[in-house]
């Protein structure tokens, strides 16, 4: 049974693990690696700026939410909560609990006070990816494009 819970630094290990997962499916330019004490900053960040859920299947993490709640760039009368990692397992994929993940994340940002709230998409995402974006109400606003200089 899927279960969904608040993260606590305890958990890094677990979040150590599917980031490095998340990772090797970007396409990120060249000489661009993951790095775990960086990671761990961002983890601490999320936690102590926003939040982030834990799906578990039989008490084990195996799915992740990270939101950092920020006042908008461009109006900082907006409060956002910006998703910043979002990953399931790979077999635990088509169960709904990425849509679960997601609907306690924004509940959570909107009890925080947030009126937006914006999630990513890797370029090589799967389309279905941007169709469940858009079946939950959400706009393209932008799209990032990196290179290593």
């Keep these: 049974m899927y279960k969904i819970r608040e993260a606590v630094l305890e958990d890094w290990p677990h979040v150590w693990r599917m980031a490095q997962q998340f990772f090797k499916l970007t396409n990120y330019p060249g ?10 900053e961002s983890f601490e960040k999320a936690l102590n700026t926003g939040f982030v859920l834990l799906g ?70 799967p389309a279905v990816v941007n169709k469940y974006y858009e079946a939950q109400g959400y706009v393209q606003c932008e799209a990032a494009w990196a290179k290593e200089i």
């Excluded at 000489?31 to 960086?38: F, L």
């Excluded at 077999?91 to 909107?110: D, I, T, V, Y």
């Design 31 to 40: 000489n661009i690696h993951i790095d775990e004490a960086s990671t761990y």
């Design 56 to 125: 578990t299947f039989e008490e084990v993490p195996i799915a992740m939410i990270g939101v950092y709640i920020t006042p908008f760039i461009l109006n900082s009368n907006v409060l956002q909560g910006t998703e910043v990692m979002w990953w399931v397992d790979e077999k635990h994929r088509g169960s709904s609990l990425a849509s679960h993940l997601h609907s306690h994340a924004e509940n959570k940002a909107h009890d925080a006070g947030c009126t937006m709230f914006v999630m990513s998409a890797l370029a090589n995402s």
